[in-house]
């Protein structure tokens, strides 16, 4: 990372959206982990750090509000942006959303981790997945990183969506799933983001889902990363951020 | 250095910004754009730094497309709007950062602009802390400080006491000296007059007039 990625790293660390990401986040496993002695570590790992609610209602909105603090903060300022090439800061914006993408997927992971040991029976025996008849490790292992890419995705796109119009869209959007997602209909789940993703559907076999997840991950990649690019061939510093 | 501007229109929601500018700028002057708020001057501003792409027209910089290239030209400085910093670094740390990105100038030189401009007491402090005129100060500080060739600002003056916008003005005249393009945009007709040899007059997205000092 060069001085200015580090400096934004830095600045993002303190900033209270990154304070609040914790307990948030925390909150959210604390609410879906408690009271469920009855499964195993891995079974609770699993139940916990892949849930559909704890994504979207709790990884999500952690991604938009960072990503959007350092795009408005950094991304629109043109004392920045006039130093660099453009290529400069397409590399560079890439980079700290990877970057704050891992680092809330981290946080998310070691706080699923911390609330499974407190709160399932500590039995740590791996049992097979009863759908695909595979140990469930290797279902946590798969689906934790089809999450992490799908929150990548989700990073990239966040960022080309930094202006109040489409956070508010996107915001309303998240609460209409969250609000609605267990009585859609598959349909219409399809076009959901991260149906294929989360634990929203079932598929026939492992082979299925990893192919099928695939697709849609490289899809969704391509598709985002081209309206990314978009952005930069637009008019930028039109909503100023401070 | 020389600014081209060929037949530039912007319009954004079907509101003409900018209506047919032509306009050649070279260096050695200090060029004013003045006129009424929204009348087109910091939206032409934006669109020579290259954020904002115009509905038609060109813009050659030392006979160059700027808008095919993808980049920023590297020998324009700016300060458009207001200043627009990092609020939880010091003045100096902030212009440290802005002149790490291209590593052309050093702490000294950093420090003697803040000097040049009153601020160098002031260096340590929050630029949260820092007042409007301090602000606008370091502003135009990181559109100087570089050296670059081509110096755009915005109500550069705005805010700023007396004695300093003395000083400025001198620095200001100075950099014209050292064959730099400048160009203010700004409503305050005294800037103009005693800093520019230029002038366009905005009204509506157009140039109006032209009026050229003899010095």
């Known amino acids: ?242 | 250095m020389k600014i081209e501007i060929n037949n530039l229109s912007k319009t954004l929601d079907n509101n003409i910004i900018l209506d047919n500018i032509n306009m050649s700028l070279e260096s050695g002057n200090i060029y004013g754009f003045i006129g009424r708020n929204g009348s087109g001057k910091t939206m032409l501003l934006k669109v020579i730094c290259g954020f904002v792409k115009p509905t038609s027209g060109t813009i050659l910089i030392n006979d160059e497309n700027a808008l095919a290239n993808n980049y920023f030209n590297n020998e324009i400085r700016a300060l458009i709007e207001k200043p627009n910093f990092i609020n939880n670094l010091s003045g100096f740390d902030n212009l440290k950062l802005l002149a790490s990105i291209n590593n052309k100038i050093d702490d000294k030189t950093i420090l003697t602009w803040l000097d040049k401009v009153d601020l160098l007491e002031e260096k340590d402090k929050l630029y949260s802390k820092y007042s409007l005129g301090m602000k606008q100060k370091l502003g135009i500080v990181q559109a100087l400080m570089e050296d670059t060739k081509i110096i755009l600002l915005d109500e550069p003056l705005n805010g700023i006491d007396e004695n300093s916008v003395n000083i400025i003005r001198n620095i200001l005249l100075e950099e014209k000296n050292k064959d730099k393009l400048i160009i203010i945009a700004t409503h305050i007709k005294e800037d103009i007059e005693k800093l520019c040899n230029i002038i366009y007059h905005f009204d509506s997205g157009k140039v109006t007039i032209v009026d050229k000092k003899t010095n």
Do not use: H, Q
């Open chain 1, 1 to 242: 990372m060069n001085n200015l990625e580090k400096i934004i790293i830095n600045d993002y660390k303190k900033s209270i959206i990154y304070k609040l990401i914790i307990p948030y986040i925390g909150l959210g496993i604390f609410i879906f982990s408690v009271n469920r002695f009855e499964y195993n570590f891995f079974e609770l790992l699993n139940y916990v750090s892949c849930n559909p609610f704890i994504i979207i209602a709790f990884l999500i909105p952690s991604i938009l509000s960072s990503i959007i603090y350092i795009e408005k903060k950094y991304f629109n300022n043109y004392n920045i942006l006039i130093r660099l090439s453009k290529k400069e800061i397409i590399k560079s914006n890439l980079k700290l959303i990877f970057y704050i993408v891992s680092n809330i997927f981290i946080i998310l992971l070691i706080l699923s981790i911390i609330f499974t040991i407190i709160f399932s029976n500590r039995n740590f025996n791996i049992t097979n997945n009863y759908i695909y008849n595979i140990p469930n490790t290797i279902i946590l292992f798969i689906d934790l990183f089809k999450i992490y890419l799908f929150s990548i995705i989700l990073g990239i796109l966040t960022s080309y969506l930094t202006n109040k119009k489409a956070y508010i869209i996107t915001t309303i959007t998240v609460i209409i799933i969250i609000s609605f997602i267990d009585i859609l209909p598959n349909y219409i789940l399809i076009f959901l983001p991260g149906y294929y993703i989360s634990r929203l559907t079932e598929f026939s076999s492992i082979t299925t889902n990893i192919i099928y997840s695939s697709l849609y991950i490289i899809i969704n990649f391509i598709l985002v990363f081209s309206i990314y690019l978009l952005k930069w061939k637009k008019d930028i510093l039109f909503e100023r951020s401070n």
